[in-house]
């Protein structure tokens, strides 16, 4: 049997609530939309490419999402010591590129469970957590974080409705 990238479970972001909660859920919800459009395809159709000389793919996009969750939540926010997953120094794209022989069913387990971790990581930190960018010195919160990879999945939502599109021509939310 083919593995397929299993259904999701997405939730919706209230209307009201306090702000911990809304930013958290529409997070979630931005995480799932990305695994949504990847619903019921196999390992080779979320190798596929979007189109020449572009090597986005929506397993190249799972990848790159899991590097960045891990890269701002529990290395920037919290400071934590975990290696890069994809990223390397010889190949700062290696999430996109290197996805010709890549596990897509790791690649998804890994997602899920980097989500996980970094849930973890934050959740008794106040949106006004700070700490210092190491690149650039600037000192940034939490909050900054949440709103910032919001912004993240949706941009790359995008990308992801039009790759879908493309392989089998659902097109949705």
């Not at 979320?46 to 996009?61: I, K």
Request: proline share 4%; with cysteine.
């Amino acid at each position: 049997m083919t593995w397929t990238v299993p259904e999701v479970d997405r939730p919706e972001p209230p209307g009201i609530g306090a702000e911990r909660a809304m930013v958290q859920t529409w997070l979630d919800h931005h995480r799932m939309t990305l695994l949504r459009k990847c619903e019921g395809l196999d390992a080779e159709q979320l190798r596929l490419r979007s189109a020449e000389p572009s090597e986005l793919s929506l397993l190249g996009l799972i990848r790159h999402l899991t590097d960045v969750e891990r890269t701002w939540f529990r290395k920037r926010v919290c400071g934590e010591d975990v290696p890069d997953l994809y990223w390397t120094e010889a190949d700062q794209d290696a999430d996109f590129h290197a996805v010709a022989d890549a596990d897509a069913a790791a690649a998804v387990a890994v997602f899920r469970e980097e989500i996980a971790a970094c849930d973890k990581a934050v959740a008794e930190l106040a949106l006004d957590h700070t700490f210092v960018h190491p690149r650039t010195g600037e000192t940034m919160s939490l909050r900054w974080v949440y709103l910032h990879m919001i912004e993240e999945y949706a941009r790359h939502n995008g990308h992801a409705d039009l790759l879908r599109e493309r392989i089998d021509g659902v097109t949705g939310e």
